[in-house]
């Protein structure tokens, strides 16, 4: 092998391991007011499900929105994963996450009782999963991307969100902070989702290294 091509091979050889990648990091805050906490009543099988659940829709704790869905656009997803949806006192757990396209959802049922795991994308179902009792265990993979919407058949109040991502995307935690890693430097649209308050938009220019801070606000 003459010297350009070994030195060209050699580039080549390591340029997965240098390409250069920078992080998004940021806070979504809830301008305002924020609704009280509230309550679902339950219908059915109290023993199992208390007489109540949390309303998870619009959850603030010190200014700051937890749940948003935050996705930077024209940057590929990163390789599918693995998330849980579990199911626990006739709510499913997380509320809200975000998954890239080819991932596999490991659904869960941690009640003894049957639940129903009614996933829509769009008006069509994407999956319909009968977990019959504690510690049924059913697995799809997300093939096509968008919101699949969540609901239980048995326990109308039940509902969760799962956005199966085309990019680097995050959910924003109790201190509405969110951190994407691993982004290529350019500059992106990203889009901030809340399943109640809609959608947000803003631009963010990664660095080859460190971070770039976007943040965003919701509110009244
Ligand atoms: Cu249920």
């Known amino acids: 092998m003459n010297r350009p091509v070994l030195v060209a091979a050699l580039l080549l050889a390591i340029a997965p391991l240098t390409t250069p990648a920078g992080d998004l990091r940021g806070v979504v805050r809830f301008q305002g007011a924020p609704p009280p906490a509230a309550t679902l009543e339950t219908t059915k099988e109290r ?56 991932s596999t959802l490991d659904v869960v049922n941690g009640d003894p009782t049957l639940h129903n795991v009614h996933g829509y994308l769009g008006q069509a179902t994407a999956f319909n999963l009968a977990m019959p009792s504690k510690d049924s265990r059913l697995s799809r993979q997300l093939k096509k991307p968008g919101l699949v919407v969540v609901r239980c058949d048995v326990h109308a109040w039940m509902s969760a969100f799962v956005w199966v991502v085309e990019g680097p995307a995050a959910v924003s935690g109790a201190d509405g902070a969110f951190s994407i890693a691993g982004i290529p430097p350019g500059t992106y649209e990203v889009t901030a989702w809340h399943e109640k308050l809609g959608e947000r938009k803003g631009s963010a220019t990664v660095p080859a290294s460190g971070a770039a801070v976007l943040d965003f606000t919701f509110g009244n």
């Open 47 to 102: 023993a199992i499900c208390g007489d109540s659940v949390p309303d998870e829709a619009v959850q603030v704790a010190a200014g700051m929105l937890r749940n948003v869905v935050v996705v930077v656009k024209g940057v590929p997803a990163p390789a599918p994963g693995k998330g849980t949806l579990d199911q626990h006192g006739c709510r499913y757990l997380p509320h809200v996450q975000a998954l890239p396209v080819g």
